[in-house]
Structure formats: C-alpha cells, structure tokens
C-alpha cells in the first residue's frame, strides 16, 4: 500500500514539471536545478529517465579523460582541473556542461543534440554533432535558458539550425568511439585524478597544482648549479639575520605598506661566528653535494 502511494506520488510530481508549449507543439519537461541539468536531459533522451544524469555524467567525463588531445582545446583554463569538477554530481560543482560535453555526448551515444536557446527576443537551434547531419539518425532537443537545460520532447527534426561542428576527422572519429567502446575498468583505474583524502578542503589552485603531477619539477640535467649556490648562499644570509636579529613583538615589525617602498642598501651580513648553527649545517651539506 505504501509502494503504491509512493509510485502515485512520483508519477504526479512527474506530470507537474511536465508541461505543454502549444505555440511549438512541443512537449517540454523541466529538469531539476541541481548542477545535474544537461546529463538529466541526455539520460531523458537515451534513457527516458533523467535521474540516469550520475551514468551519463561518468561516460562522458571518463571518454573526456582518455581523449584530452581532442576536447582541451574546447575547455577554457586547466583541463584536469575541469574534469575533476565536472565528476561532482552532487550539486556544488562551480564547473558547467560547455561544448565538450555536448560533443562528447553526441559521440558517445550517436545522437544530434539541439540546443534552443534565446537571444534579442527570438529563438534559434544549435546543432551540435560530429557527422553530417542525417534524417535517420536519432536527435535529443533541449532548451538553453538563464544557463539551465530542460529537456525538451519532440517527434520532428528542428529545422533552421545553426551547425556547431568539431574537426574531428572521419578516422579520429572512428578512433575515438573504438576507444569508448573498448575501454576496461583496468584502464578506469589507471587515471590520475586528484583526491582528497584530507580533512582540509582544496582551492583551485591547489587541484590544479596537484593535477599536474610532477611536470612542474625541473629534473636534475636542467638545474644552474651556479645559480643554485648562489641562490643557497642569499638564503644562508637571510636566516643568519634572522635567527640573529628577528623579534617576535609586533611593534619592532616593518609596516607593510612602507616595506614595498624600502630596498636594501646594506650587504652587511652576520659573521662566520654562527658557522655552528643548523643554517651553514645545512649549506655545507647540499654545496658538497652538488659540488661532487
């Protein structure tokens, strides 16, 4: 009995956010506002379910993963940055659907995706899709507004469209469907993705450092030794000054709005007489190191 209700109660709520556009003689029904929109209406239309948004989501994030030289030039900024926020479907994602996404969907799932979207008072249909355009070939139409999806039911093709096409060529594409369709849960495991397993939360920057991995590390064949010391030695002389001189209390501090105006016009520095602390300690040992 309480199935039952619960059944009757979803089916009613389904039929509100369905509602009637006569003018169009179009069907439209409303996503929720979630952060989960476009993935919600590519489940609608392959599916006929938008709650599948979690399982389109993780197709199209993965394929955008294993086809990074493809789809970075279509994303703005870092591209495993992007990714990693694309992968949250639980509504805090700052990291919408672009014209990857919908490239990538139409991909995936062999589809022609419309998007209606208003600008200047009309109305007008963006097609996007990597293939020529064919009557046969399965179509999704959605509606763009105030940067929300709904999806959007209709039996003919869009006409008066504008075609939002990749580069892809015939065998890149064919390449990249293989590699969709191929793909192991070993291949799945072998992605870096950043994770946190911190109780600290990460900034963007920080996910973007990580996401690099160790490409921003110079390795050894590239390193100055000689600017390297000299640097060491700048560095020496700063902490001898203060271990020396430097004092805890605020009032002996420099104001920082006349420490930008000050330059240094001494090359004074502490004498060898602190040759017995952790600093020369530690100068010693990499200058032998470096020098062998």
């Given at each position: 009995?309480?199935?039952?209700?619960?059944?009757?109660?979803?089916?009613?709520?389904?039929?509100?956010?369905?509602?009637?556009?006569?003018?169009?003689?179009?069907?439209?029904?409303?996503?929720?506002?979630?952060?989960?929109?476009?993935?919600?209406?590519?489940?609608?239309?392959?599916?006929?379910?938008?709650?599948?948004?979690?399982?389109?989501?993780?197709?199209?994030?993965?394929?955008?993963?294993?086809?990074?030289?493809?789809?970075?030039?279509?994303?703005?900024?870092?591209?495993?940055?992007?990714?990693?926020?694309?992968?949250?479907?639980?509504?805090?994602?700052?990291?919408?659907?672009?014209?990857?996404?919908?490239?990538?969907?139409?991909?995936?799932?062999?589809?022609?995706?419309?998007?209606?979207?208003?600008?200047?008072?009309?109305?007008?249909?963006?097609?996007?899709?990597?293939?020529?355009?064919?009557?046969?070939?399965?179509?999704?139409?959605?509606?763009?507004?105030?940067?929300?999806?709904?999806?959007?039911?209709?039996?003919?093709?869009?006409?008066?469209?504008?075609?939002?096409?990749?580069?892809?060529?015939?065998?890149?594409?064919?390449?990249?469907?293989?590699?969709?369709?191929?793909?192991?849960?070993?291949?799945?495991?072998?992605?870096?993705?950043?994770t946190n397993l911190s109780k600290k939360t990460l900034t963007d920057a920080q996910i973007s450092l990580l996401s690099k991995g160790l490409k921003f590390i110079q390795t050894r064949k590239t390193i100055d030794k000689g600017k390297l010391l000299t640097d060491l030695s700048a560095w020496e002389r700063r902490m001898?000054?203060?271990?020396?001189?430097?004092?805890?209390?605020?009032?002996?501090?420099?104001?920082?709005?006349?420490?930008?105006?000050?330059?240094?016009?001494?090359?004074?520095?502490?004498?060898?007489?602190?040759?017995?602390?952790?600093?020369?300690?530690?100068?010693?040992?990499?200058?032998?190191?470096?020098?062998?």
């Amino acid at each position: 009995m309480k199935i039952d209700l619960l059944r009757t109660k979803k089916r009613k709520l389904k039929l509100l956010r369905t509602r009637k556009i006569s003018a169009d003689d179009q069907c439209l029904l409303l996503i929720e506002k979630d952060g989960n929109c476009f993935f919600g209406c590519i489940a609608a239309g392959i599916f006929d379910d938008p709650e599948k948004h979690e399982l389109v989501r993780t197709s199209v994030t993965n394929h955008m993963l294993d086809n990074e030289s493809t789809y970075k030039n279509y994303i703005d900024g870092d591209y495993g940055v992007h990714i990693t926020c694309m992968k949250q479907s639980d509504g805090n994602s700052r990291c919408w659907a672009t014209e990857a996404e919908i490239l990538v969907a139409s991909t995936l799932y062999d589809v022609d995706i419309y998007v209606k979207q208003y600008s200047n008072g009309c109305f007008s249909w963006l097609r996007f899709s990597v293939e020529r355009e064919t009557p046969n070939r399965k179509f999704i139409c959605m509606r763009l507004e105030n940067q929300h999806f709904d999806f959007i039911r209709q039996h003919e093709r869009p006409t008066s469209v504008i075609t939002k096409e990749t580069t892809l060529s015939s065998e890149e594409m064919q390449t990249t469907r293989c590699m969709a369709k191929t793909k192991t849960k070993h291949d799945e495991n072998k992605m870096s993705v950043v994770t946190n397993l911190s109780k600290k939360t990460l900034t963007d920057a920080q996910i973007s450092l990580l996401s690099k991995g160790l490409k921003f590390i110079q390795t050894r064949k590239t390193i100055d030794k000689g600017k390297l010391l000299t640097d060491l030695s700048a560095w020496e002389r700063r902490m001898r000054l203060k271990e020396n001189f430097y004092v805890e209390d605020a009032e002996h501090r420099t104001r920082e709005d006349e420490h930008q105006y000050k330059k240094k016009t001494s090359t004074w520095t502490p004498g060898l007489a602190a040759t017995n602390g952790w600093t020369h300690i530690y100068k010693r040992s990499k200058t032998t190191s470096f020098a062998d």
